[in-house]
């Protein structure tokens, strides 16, 4: 897991072939701008991001969840979210994995809890379980989904 503001973004591209697409598109993109839903990056990775606006569920609420298949880049746009994160190794699982959703939940409550304010980012990689949106005020973010393959 990785936390750290955009203008650090430098640091984490030759971490995977597609870091640096993923970061350009951020770097670049007018946030404000950008409709919800999915738009693809292109390139021959898939790299694909998915912007949202929404408000937080509250830790509660908020699931831990993994993927096996991609590794998440949430960049935070407007507002401040919440985010648990715990080792998927130290996760029971709650219903098996999806693979066609690529998606994994647990029972488990998050060990960790990080604040991403407006222009940060978390990296998520597999065996990162994550809860997203788990603040209670609105947020946009944009979440970059890298496959592995």
């Not at 937080?56 to 831990?64: D, I, N, Q, S, T």
């Not at 880049?73 to 996760?91: E, F, H, K």
């Not at 998050?110 to 980012?121: D, E, K, N």
Request: aromatic share 8%; glycine share 10%; hydrophobic share 40%.
């Amino acid at each position: 897991m990785i936390l750290d503001h955009l203008d650090q973004a430098c640091r984490y591209r030759a971490l995977h072939p597609a870091f640096d697409r993923a970061f350009a598109f951020l770097e670049e993109a007018d946030s404000g701008a950008l409709s919800e839903g999915r738009h693809e990056l292109g390139g021959p990775n898939g790299v694909y991001a998915l912007v949202a606006d929404g408000a937080g569920r509250g830790r509660e609420v908020a699931r831990l969840e993994a993927h096996r298949g991609v590794i998440d880049i949430q960049m935070v746009v407007a507002g401040t979210d919440l985010m648990g994160w715990r080792p998927v190794s130290d996760c029971k699982s709650a219903g098996g994995y999806d693979p066609d959703n690529d998606i994994e939940f647990f029972h488990d409550p998050p060990i960790a809890w990080l604040t991403v304010p407006r222009g940060c980012f978390a990296v998520f990689f597999p065996e990162d379980a994550h809860a997203p949106l788990a603040g209670q005020d609105p947020v946009r973010k944009i979440v970059v989904k890298v496959p592995l393959g």
